[in-house]
């Protein structure tokens, strides 16, 4: 099945049912792991996992031992989103604009999100490789009777290498990763809305393929950690994701020419990190981080807090403050089974604390 005919259905079906939050590219400087995000996103001093992979890659440089897991699929969703459903299906029954336009109303200002998602990987100390992949759809309604809709795949692939230097105090770490996205992203009045109803309706002339950008790009990532004590191990974090900005150059799909997306912002990040507790396999982990320092939007949106307590890799307990919200999760790890599970929130507006879309997420690994 072609793209287009995929995105079509897409949009058709969201437009139709409401899925709705919206994160813009400042946002999306790395994949997001599950367990960063219950700890509030701040891990770009942390990095000692395989998410070191997608926030700092000097990480793989402390690596203790090697993983690999290539079936951890992931479910994110809004917490309203349910809610919204059985509104639109109540709604939209009888195909009246007056019913689509109650819709809208209702839920002006309100964002709703669902995605899927998969990270495979294999990681080594010194060095690894991974794929971020991502398949979603966000909406937010406006009072001038306006969506905003970005649904489609997002998809990003590092290879990267570290190395320690002074006695292992100081890492330095790069990658050099492929990225893609395919999809839309656009705002959509109240007259497409309805023709999107019937998929592969003709908006003002034009089809949804009209509004589909595709674009491939490759990019690369430095990234440092500093810890001069092993007594509670203090950790500097830098990291500089896209450095220069990953462009992406627009591809034929399906026989047609797409234009490309926007390119993916260079973000410059910086962190901290303390363990004050660490007993055999008991630990306490706490975080601090600034994200995209270097772009301009609230300062109130780049600081992150978090903290973890664990036992070894058997069990995680996460919190931390992201954009202004409070975030929580767990994992457990048993042998060949690995569960996460998270609540965190995206701010909808320009500063922290102004509008909120909670959201839910739920991890799970079988085998490696």
Not at 209 to 231: I, M
């Amino acid at each position: 099945m072609r793209w287009q005919t995929l995105t079509g259905t897409a949009v058709s079906f969201l437009a139709i049912h409401a899925q709705p939050g919206v994160s813009k590219d400042h946002e999306n400087w790395t994949h997001f792991g599950l367990r960063p995000l219950g700890m509030g996103n701040a891990y770009v001093a942390v990095a000692d996992d395989y998410n070191a992979l997608f926030y700092n890659p000097a990480g793989l440089a402390r690596l203790k031992e090697w993983d690999g897991e290539f079936l951890n699929p992931r479910t994110i969703a809004s917490t309203n989103l349910g809610s919204l459903m059985d509104d639109a299906q109540e709604k939209l029954k009888s195909g009246k604009v007056s019913d689509s336009l109650d819709l809208i109303e209702a839920n002006t200002g309100e964002s709703y999100h669902v995605g899927l998602g998969l990270t495979p990987h294999l990681i080594f100390k010194n060095f690894g490789f991974g794929m971020g992949i991502e398949m979603g759809a966000s909406m937010v309604f406006h009072k001038n009777i306006s969506v905003d809709f970005d649904t489609g795949l997002r998809f990003v692939m590092p290879f990267s290498y570290a190395m320690n230097f002074l006695e292992d105090k100081l890492s330095l770490g790069a990658s050099i990763k492929a990225r893609a996205r395919a999809g839309v992203d656009r705002q959509f009045s109240m007259e497409d809305i309805e023709s999107f109803k019937t998929t592969g309706s003709d908006t003002g002339g034009k089809k949804i393929d009209d509004y589909v950008l595709s674009g491939f790009g490759t990019g690369a990532d430095l990234g440092l950690l500093f810890t001069p004590s092993k007594t509670m191990e203090p950790t500097i974090g830098v990291s500089i994701t896209d450095i220069g900005a990953t462009t992406y150059e627009a591809k034929d799909i399906g026989g047609e020419a797409l234009g490309n997306p926007p390119p993916q912002l260079a973000s410059v990040n910086v962190g901290f990190s303390l363990k004050p507790i660490q007993r055999d396999k008991l630990y306490v982990l706490t975080s601090m981080d600034m994200h995209s320092i270097n772009q301009p939007y609230s300062f109130s949106k780049k600081w992150n807090l978090g903290t973890e307590v664990g036992y070894g890799n058997l069990i995680k307990l996460q919190a931390g403050l992201y954009q202004g919200y409070l975030t929580a999760g767990f994992q457990f790890d048993v042998g060949l089974i690995s569960l996460r599970a998270i609540t965190y929130a995206e701010e909808l507006g320009a500063q922290a604390g102004f509008k909120e879309d909670r959201r839910y997420a739920v991890q799970l690994k079988v085998l490696l």
